[in-house]
């Protein structure tokens, strides 16, 4: 039997077709994992929140390419800040913690109205919309249910405040892959593997050098301080599910409506820092794709053992939900605040409860939430109702109240099923008032 050759699928004369240089496939897999890679390094801050933390993040680690990227969006995202020599940070640059557009909100007594909030708004909004525990709900026909959630916020924060990690335990774990690392750089040149040995050693210091960076910057949460005698903050973020009532101080719900996260550096010369990360990190991934080809067998399974172990690190990092820890950090920053959460069946309802739970009594107030139909019949229902808050008189309509002159039967009956909704927001809102107008 005539024995069998291997033949190549190149038919004529290739260019460089000597040379034997192959390109390894381990390599490529090295320039996976940057989402993960890049929750990691997040950890240092929103996980370990202390200095000593970026020195658990020395091990070769995949996804360099990725994270050189957005170290460089990170540094042109840089500018000065108030303080003399110090360098602030865009965070959702790099770690995408100031990317969520919030819901509009209006404040009712100051005047404020802003038709998008910004990433905090949304945090909360959310750690609403997930509340399981339901207070009260109310009765009467049901057209479409509404929640109202309010936020009994708590003490005024800080005007700028480093925000503290609220599970400091994650980045302990980090010292696994960095002793593998570590073991697997060593054996390479033990065996003489100097390739596998540099390639390794160059991902150890990239990350590493990275981490030193982003570790010398400090996480901040900022917003903007309200002007002295400002009126209390009250308001309405409004979405399509339902309503937040924001109840303190101007400067708490400043706080959610307007504040952000950002990196605070010390150093100037943050943004050259951190584009020679970024510069360094790309290097080090096409490093990767031309000399790890280069090594034995053994050392290209140190290295792949390294990626290994770290990989597994940054994807366990990266399975945490980032997003409800930042709502944790949240409620540490706002002082703990107090959420009660309503069901209403109707949005009409929905609107008498919130004047109610705001305890408007001026009419110009007042008319800020009534956002209605210009029609005979919901004036008429306004002014019924805008006169029960004034005079904080109960809700009570008989036939008296919806028969009005002027009026036809549809009409008639509209008038009485808005006014029977009024009725069920106040029913609703007296069983409960002890838990709404809380003492702040």
């Not at 950090?329 to 069946?345: C, E, Q, Y």
Request: contains cysteine; proline residues 4%.
């Amino acid at each position: 039997m005539p024995a069998l050759y291997a033949r190549e699928l190149v038919a004529g004369p290739a260019p460089l077709k000597d040379v034997h240089f192959v390109l390894n496939s381990a390599a490529v897999a090295g320039l996976l994992g940057g989402e993960e890679a890049i929750a990691s390094m997040a950890a240092v801050h929103v996980f370990g929140g202390k200095t000593w933390a970026t020195w658990l993040v020395w091990y070769n680690s995949p996804g360099s390419y990725s994270m050189g990227i957005r170290f460089m969006r990170l540094a042109r995202s840089a500018s000065p800040a108030y303080d003399h020599g110090k360098v602030q940070t865009d965070l959702a640059a790099l770690f995408e913690y100031n990317g969520s557009k919030g819901p509009k909100f209006m404040a009712v007594h100051s005047g404020t109205n802003m038709q998008d909030t910004g990433h905090i708004a949304a945090l909360l909004k959310k750690e609403c919309a997930e509340l399981t525990e339901v207070a009260g709900e109310a009765g009467g026909r049901e057209s479409r249910s509404v929640s109202v959630t309010i936020a009994q916020l708590g003490r005024s924060p800080k005007a700028s405040a480093e925000v503290e990690s609220p599970i400091p335990y994650v980045t302990y774990f980090a010292s696994i892959p960095v002793l593998i690392s570590m073991v697997t750089c060593v054996l390479s040149a033990v065996y003489n593997d100097w390739y596998a040995f540099a390639i390794i050693l160059f991902g150890i210091i990239a990350n590493g050098s990275a981490s030193m960076v982003i570790g010398s910057g400090k996480f901040f949460f900022s917003h903007p301080e309200p002007a002295p005698g400002s009126p209390q903050g009250d308001g309405i973020l409004d979405f399509d599910d339902g309503v937040v009532l924001l109840k303190g101080e101007e400067g708490a719900v400043n706080a959610v409506t307007r504040g952000r996260f950002f990196l605070l550096f010390q150093s100037k010369h943050a943004s050259s820092k951190l584009r020679i990360c970024s510069i360094f990190l790309i290097a080090q991934s096409l490093a990767m794709l031309v000399l790890i080809s280069q090594s034995s067998f053994f050392g290209q399974l140190m290295f792949v053992i390294s990626l290994a172990s770290s990989w597994a690190y940054n994807l366990w990092v990266w399975t945490f939900d980032k997003e409800a820890i930042q709502r944790q950090i949240l409620k540490n920053i706002l002082g703990r605040p107090k959420f009660t959460k309503f069901i209403l069946k109707t949005r009409t309802s929905m609107l008498v409860f919130v004047a109610l739970a705001l305890r408007l009594k001026d009419p110009a107030e007042i008319m800020k939430v009534f956002v209605i139909p210009n029609t005979a019949v919901w004036e008429k229902w306004k002014e019924m109702v805008i006169k029960c808050l004034i005079n904080e008189q109960e809700f009570e309509f008989e036939d008296q109240h919806w028969n009005c002159d002027g009026f036809c039967d549809e009409q008639k009956s509209l008038l009485k099923t808005l006014l029977e909704d009024a009725m069920v927001a106040y029913e609703l809102f007296k069983e409960h008032e002890d838990k709404i107008i809380a003492p702040q």
